[in-house]
């Protein structure tokens, strides 16, 4: 084997799987096509809580507030504020940064931890047998490892060459895209408007330009005709009632929004993430999200499988896809369910806003489980029967003895024991010590819990007592 594991695609969710498995101690090679140096075009603005919370699990987040702004409520639908600040989060709000700066930590992290990058590298097939993965590239040039991630994005080449389907069909088409000089600064920092028949979003960069996104359903454009700065103009006056003079443009384009998802996220040693197995609408700013999570669910268990006899190996394996295919099936739905809400025309679709945005606004259970499904603080995994309530739930940061809190724990990419303070070894309850002390932190708690809690190293609880 040339490597462990091969990681097709240096984007937020390759960079993360990369950092994680090469932490964990595995031979990583990632192969991107684009040259080095060459940064991503950023579509995603929105890093949500529980992404802040993957980012803090590897000392990332602190260092990623600075490079954006918070944003505590988010206005949808003109009329429906959807209040961020009162999370069981350390972080309550939605951090505004673009793509690359996420990219910029997650790549210096794996370069640290050893993870090996090749550029310039287009992926043109692979072949698998009962023992590895063989990639070939464009240049003639080929790599082996045992395993293989293709987080290639939606129009993925890894997906298509072992054949696994990618259902679904375009939800908007002609989206406007536009990074743009203002010479009116917006009230909010993020601009949302989506209603009658179109959707607008407008954000900064950090730097003095704005991303705009926008679409007017009363216009349907080719997506080879070029865009001008006259048309960004017309559709934010149309979408967010105000151009905020925009002044100049530096990168136009057009593009469309598919709703698909892969059928299955496995294929024998080779494994889908991100937009390679999932895409959706830009509502909610869900996508970068969602593969962030997707990369630390899988991180830990492709080390551990790399250890494991087969059996074992293909069971925590496929506990991947039984965890994170239905997270992506909701993230579509709730993207979808926005988009259809605010965009489709018609006094049906005006009543069905209005209903959503009393239940939201007024309601305060629906109103929390609006924010905690946004957010992905909500996401919680199948409980085995007979299982502690707790299992398959994200832990709290809880603090811990030290001044530490178990975000920090978990920096080591292993298992956390969390103990009541006080607890002896000797009285740790059997079902919790079944994970090799080799495999694991042991810590206390200091808020006072008595419950004991094994963590896993994706942040959620594995067992409880």
């Known amino acids: 084997m040339d490597t462990d594991v091969i990681v097709v695609g240096a984007g937020p969710t390759g960079l993360l799987?990369?950092?994680?498995l090469a932490t964990a101690g595995a031979r990583v090679t990632v192969l991107e096509k684009r040259p080095?140096?060459?940064?991503?075009?950023?579509?995603?603005?929105?890093?949500?809580?529980?992404?802040?919370?993957?980012?803090?699990?590897?000392?990332?987040?602190?260092?990623?507030?600075?490079?954006?702004?918070?944003?505590?409520?988010?206005?949808?639908?003109?009329?429906?504020?959807?209040d961020l600040g009162d999370l069981p989060s350390r972080f309550?709000?939605?951090?505004?940064?673009?793509?690359?700066?996420?990219?910029?930590?997650?790549?210096?992290?794996?370069?640290?931890?050893?993870?090996v990058f090749r550029h310039d590298t287009a992926v043109t097939g692979l072949t698998q047998d009962d023992d590895g993965v063989t990639v070939t590239a464009a240049d003639g040039s080929a790599v082996r490892g045992a395993y293989l991630v293709g987080t290639d994005g939606s129009r993925s080449t890894v997906r298509e060459a072992v054949g696994i389907p990618f259902p679904g069909h375009a939800v908007?088409?002609?989206?406007?895209?536009?990074?743009?000089?203002?010479?009116?600064?917006?009230?909010?920092?993020?601009?949302?408007?989506?209603?009658?028949?179109?959707?607008?979003?407008l954000a900064p960069f950090g730097d003095g330009w704005y991303r705009f996104i926008g679409w007017h359903g009363n216009r349907d454009v080719g997506e080879d005709v070029p865009v001008d700065l006259d048309e960004v103009r017309a559709v934010a006056r149309a979408t967010l009632h105000d151009d905020y003079g925009m002044t100049e443009a530096r990168f136009l384009s057009r593009f469309h929004a598919d709703e698909r998802q892969a059928p299955t996220y496995r294929a024998g040693r080779v494994l889908l993430a991100g937009d390679a197995a999932h895409v959706h609408s830009p509502a909610g700013g869900l996508g970068m999200n969602t593969g962030l999570q997707d990369a630390a669910n899988l991180g830990w268990k492709l080390a551990a499988a790399l250890r494991l006899p087969a059996g074992a190996r293909d069971a925590l394996l496929g506990s991947y896809e039984a965890e994170r295919h239905p997270v992506g099936r909701q993230v579509l739905r709730v993207s979808g369910g926005i988009l259809r809400i605010a965009t489709i025309p018609g006094p049906v679709a005006a009543a069905a806003r209005r209903a959503v945005v009393g239940a939201v606004s007024h309601v305060a259970p629906v109103r929390r489980r609006a924010a905690l499904t946004v957010s992905a603080l909500g996401v919680a995994y199948r409980r085995p029967r007979g299982a502690h309530p707790l299992v398959g739930s994200r832990s709290r940061d809880l603090p811990l003895e030290g001044g530490t809190r178990l975000a920090e724990a978990l920096r080591a990419g292993r298992f956390v024991l969390v103990a009541p303070a006080g607890a002896p070894a000797a009285d740790l309850p059997a079902a919790l010590g079944e994970v090799d002390r080799?495999?694991?932190?042991?810590?206390?708690?200091?808020?006072?819990?008595?419950?004991?809690?094994?963590?896993?190293?994706?942040?959620?609880?594995?067992?409880?007592?």
């Open 17 to 20: 799987l990369a950092g994680d």
């Open 172 to 201: 908007i088409r002609s989206m406007v895209l536009a990074d743009v000089r203002l010479a009116r600064r917006p009230d909010d920092v993020l601009t949302v408007a989506a209603e009658n028949d179109s959707l607008g979003f």
């Open 36 to 82: 080095a140096g060459l940064s991503n075009l950023t579509r995603a603005f929105a890093v949500h809580a529980r992404s802040l919370e993957v980012l803090d699990a590897r000392g990332l987040a602190d260092e990623l507030l600075p490079q954006g702004t918070p944003v505590r409520s988010l206005r949808l639908f003109q009329r429906l504020t959807l």
């Open 92 to 115: 309550g709000y939605v951090l505004i940064a673009p793509q690359y700066e996420v990219e910029r930590l997650l790549r210096r992290r794996a370069e640290a931890a050893g993870a």
């Open 438 to 465: 080799a495999e694991r932190v042991e810590a206390r708690r200091t808020d006072g819990g008595a419950t004991t809690l094994l963590v896993r190293p994706d942040g959620y609880v594995a067992d409880a007592d």
